[in-house]
């Protein structure tokens, strides 16, 4: 997930998700995330619950701050306690656009 925005200035971003379980077993994931100074990163719901191999569009990634100076990095984990999912997280500052 990348984006970016404006420096120095308060920002929200939504990256909506869809994600497919390739297991046939049923399967229940906990998402976690990296912390930083610089930015919230919430995940809405925060574990998510599949029978067996399903497809679904279940989840968002919102991301909130401010005063963002050049790149921020994070990222986003879902577990089942035994597999592991990354998802890297990138957010970069541009100077605000003069119209």
Request: glycine fraction near 4%.
């Amino acid at each position: 997930m990348a984006a970016r925005v404006e420096k120095r200035e308060k920002f929200k971003i939504e990256f909506p998700r869809t994600v497919t379980n390739v297991r046939t077993s049923n399967s229940k994931y906990k998402a976690t995330t990296t912390k930083t100074s610089q930015c919230n990163i919430k995940v809405e719901p925060s574990i998510l619950s599949y029978q067996g191999n399903e497809r679904k569009t279940i989840f968002i990634v919102i991301v909130t701050g401010e005063k963002v100076e050049n790149i921020i990095s994070a990222s986003l984990e879902w577990s089942d306690g035994i597999h592991l999912v990354p998802s890297p997280l990138v957010l970069y500052a541009i100077n605000k656009t003069i119209t």
